[in-house]
């Protein structure tokens, strides 16, 4: 029940329990961004406008209906008090004693708790619980409220408080409508009389709030009030979107791509995203981490929110989101397990992916551009997110045998192989050089197949997440099993050596190879090079070799398959040379290494050049002198 206005005036009023053990927290905790409290009162002030507003749109009976909507702020240095007044809807006494003297019920437990643990930043959790006001305790000796609401017949009331065990309400001759708060600034609080300071929190936290805020002799507002996120799209030029971003970034480069965003249901959210022309952040940016600006009704309430969005996008993101369905100030250590930052980051996860397959379908050359600077974020996410690879695979991009200057995705691959192709081919590596200078390629190229080029360190991730794309199986071009789709007519191997000599040559490769391979054989496919190595079928893939090597995980290689084009003029010439030779010996073993080197399976490359000294010294010792 209410307390009668005259035993409100009669004495000093004790606070609440819940509420003395809260000032007790605020006034003797330390905190590392005390300027939260002013983002508070003037959250509270815009609220109070807003109130009024919408009464007067049906009561005209008010106090000043005149008046303008606005917050104003002023400072006395010598005096050390600081003071924020609005127009707003007002209290009386009753009130006052009432919003002033008890934090909300429901919330206090639960704060007091949070706070308690002494794990989280309680200048986070500030206003999550209805606790706003009480956060200027931080900085304040003392406090006076001095309000007049907007009915006609009410009367003016102040509150006064040192954040003790009591508050006093007086009566106060105050004659215009809203809220005065006059702060009596602590000692070591001095700076925020510097309107200069001000400026710059309001800057950082209160820049959209929808009325104007004047600071001292200010005749404009030190907030900008207009939040273009907000505003129709097809009222905003391309011009606005461009210096909102370098307002927002600092970053001079035109973004390559903006998401504008504005739905009512199932939660009501306006969102401005870009994606940067750079991957990488400018050390002069004003965006110094990853995530977007989150507001609560055009209140920041966090800088750099990173639950909005899969944690791969993050990289390839900035711009600002605002709900009128969160509750403001949401903390960050709960805002995970809040439903409606689920449904948002649903909401803005799909509407990027759809937005980046519009763009590769309408926009081919700028979606290559994104691609080239930002394609490693998809990879990431793909490998790292399940939930997102369906989603993602369409905007995979690949060089490949037959385009190796374009960007294909795995629909385009398919789309121009033959109709009876059951596979995917695809090769790893760590340059598309040496990739297509492969032996594996010859197989392909004779028969006109395209091959995908795989060089980048997430491509075996992604693998592992894609083993078949649209019934398409992926298969590595170095495998022993290619499952190669039949042509019209038999197809004939290059080798032109007899067979007695072909099994010849493979058996000195055996000799000198030994145990180093799993077995030597020729080539049931066309070769242009002199031979080729097959991973056997059922043991570890090329391409999870690098994932071994990226998790520093310790494994054995498998001992490959060596195939040989018999017709080849090097092996051709091998059968020339005594069996017992050493420069046989050496040559098969510079072979053997240099197909290694071609896979990037040598566990030492620098071996091969002391060997190829001594192969060239040896021979040029028996070539005959003129």
């Not at 429901?106 to 704060?111: E, R, T």
């Not at 600002?320 to 649903?346: F, G, T």
Request: proline letters at 7%.
């Amino acid at each position: 029940m209410s307390q009668p206005v005259s035993e409100i005036y009669a004495q000093p009023v004790p606070f609440k329990a819940e509420t003395r053990q809260l000032l007790n927290i605020l006034i003797h905790s330390l905190y590392t961004e005390r300027e939260v409290f002013l983002r508070e009162l003037i959250s509270n002030a815009s609220d109070a406008l807003t109130r009024l507003h919408f009464e007067s749109l049906t009561n005209r009976e008010i106090l000043d209906p005149q008046a303008e909507l606005a917050i104003w702020i002023e400072t006395d240095p010598q005096q050390r008090t600081l003071t924020i007044r609005d127009s707003g809807i007002g209290m009386n006494a009753e009130e006052l004693a009432q919003n002033l003297g008890t934090i909300a019920h429901s919330g206090a437990k639960a704060f007091l708790e949070a706070a308690q643990k002494g794990d989280v930043k309680l200048n986070d959790i500030i206003g999550q619980f209805g606790v706003g006001f009480y956060s200027a305790f931080m900085v304040a000796e003392k406090i006076e409220v001095n309000s007049r609401s907007y009915r006609l017949n009410d009367s003016a009331a102040r509150w006064i408080s040192s954040g003790e065990d009591t508050f006093i309400v007086e009566p106060s001759d105050k004659s215009e409508r809203g809220t005065t708060i006059k702060i009596h600034l602590k000692e070591d609080a001095s700076e925020f009389c510097d309107e200069n300071r001000l400026r710059q929190i309001i800057r950082k936290h209160s820049d959209y709030i929808p009325y104007p805020i004047y600071i001292g002799n200010d005749k404009e507002p030190a907030n900008q009030r207009t939040s273009l996120w907000r505003q129709p799209p097809q009222q905003i030029s391309e011009e606005e979107y461009r210096q909102f971003y370098r307002q927002f970034t600092l970053d001079f480069q035109d973004p390559l791509l903006k998401i504008h965003l504005s739905i009512d249901a199932p939660v009501q959210l306006y969102a401005l995203l870009y994606v940067p022309a750079s991957a990488e952040r400018s050390p002069f940016g004003l965006r110094k981490e990853e995530g977007l600006k989150l507001y609560a009704r055009k209140v920041l309430i966090q800088e750099y929110a990173k639950e909005l969005l899969p944690s791969a996008f993050l990289h390839f993101l900035d711009g600002v989101v605002d709900s009128e369905d969160l509750p403001l100030n949401v903390s960050r250590e709960s805002v995970q397990s809040n439903r409606v930052m689920a449904q948002i980051k649903r909401i803005l996860t799909n509407k990027v992916i759809d937005t980046l397959k519009t763009l590769a379908k309408e926009k081919p050359e700028e979606y290559n551009r994104f691609w080239v600077t930002h394609g490693r974020s998809i990879r990431e996410a793909i490998a790292t997110d399940a939930d997102l690879v369906t989603a993602l695979q369409p905007l995979l991009r690949y060089h490949s045998l037959n385009h190796p200057a374009e960007w294909i995705s795995l629909d385009d691959y398919l789309l121009k192989s033959p109709a009876n192709q059951t596979c995917i081919y695809y090769l790893t590596g760590d340059h598309q050089k040496s990739l297509e200078n492969s032996p594996h390629l010859d197989i392909f190229r004779k028969r006109g197949m395209d091959v995908l080029f795989l060089t980048d360190p997430l491509d075996p991730f992604v693998l592992i997440r894609i083993p078949r794309y649209n019934g398409h199986d992926l298969v590595n071009a170095a495998g022993e099993d290619l499952k190669l789709p039949q042509q019209g007519s038999v197809e004939t191997t290059s080798t032109t050596t007899p067979a007695e000599n072909g099994e010849e040559i493979v058996q000195r490769f055996k000799k000198v190879l030994g145990e180093r391979v799993t077995d030597v054989r020729l080539s049931p496919h066309p070769l242009q090079a002199p031979l080729r190595l097959v991973i056997p079928e059922g043991t570890i893939q090329p391409e999870f070799h690098k994932v071994y090597r990226l998790l520093n995980q310790n494994y054995e290689p498998p001992k490959p398959i060596l195939e040989l084009n018999a017709g080849h003029p090097i092996l051709i010439a091998m059968l020339q040379v005594p069996a017992d030779s050493p420069i046989l010996q050496r040559a098969i073993e510079l072979l053997y290494e240099s197909a290694l080197l071609l896979e990037g399976l040598h566990p030492d490359p620098t071996e091969l050049a002391p060997r190829i000294q001594d192969l060239i010294q040896q021979t040029l010792e028996k070539t005959p002198h003129e």
